[in-house]
């Protein structure tokens, strides 16, 4: 969608009084510039309100989107524990960006290993619950074999790697 399509939508008088403007990377298409020039021109152009994005990673730029999006205004970035989702616009785009890639890339002072573990833990059994598979790079990362590594969960490493 033309960025300006959606200054418009932010600054339609039907949007008066809403919170929130999420801007969403549906197809996972997007490129970090192209993010951060979207949220920046929402931000100044549009009503004071809390700027959230909400990314794919179709193309393995929902990270750098998501932390293009922080870097430019967006208060929020979101994502689905192991990157559940899909688009059903876009039959065969891959998931949201998972929330512990975005966890591990922002590192919040809250966040060390033994969380990481349980959130990857966590994440491993809703993801079996519903039959869908894990696409967190981060989970990948966390059941490696690599020793020196501190976010690996040890004893629980995922003997295909």
Do not use: K, Y
Request: one cysteine or more; a negative charge; glycine letters at 12%.
């Amino acid at each position: 969608m033309p960025p300006e399509r959606g200054l418009a939508i932010a600054n339609d008088e039907r949007a008066a009084g809403a919170e929130d403007i999420v801007i969403c990377d549906t197809l996972g298409q997007a490129h970090p510039g192209q993010v951060a020039e979207l949220v920046a021109r929402v931000t100044a152009e549009t009503p004071a309100r809390r700027i959230v994005f909400h990314g794919h990673d179709t193309w393995g730029q929902g990270v750098a989107n998501a932390l293009a999006a922080a870097s430019a205004g967006a208060s929020v970035v979101d994502g689905p524990l192991g990157g559940l989702g899909g688009c059903p616009f876009a039959p065969g785009a891959s998931g949201n960006t998972s929330s512990e890639d975005l966890l591990f890339a922002t590192r919040p002072a809250w966040l060390d290993p033994a969380g990481f573990a349980e959130i990857v833990r966590l994440s491993e059994a809703v993801l079996g619950d519903v039959d869908e598979p894990n696409r967190s790079r981060a989970a990948q990362g966390a059941r490696s074999r690599a020793d020196a590594f501190p976010w690996v969960i040890p004893g629980e490493r995922d003997p295909s790697h």
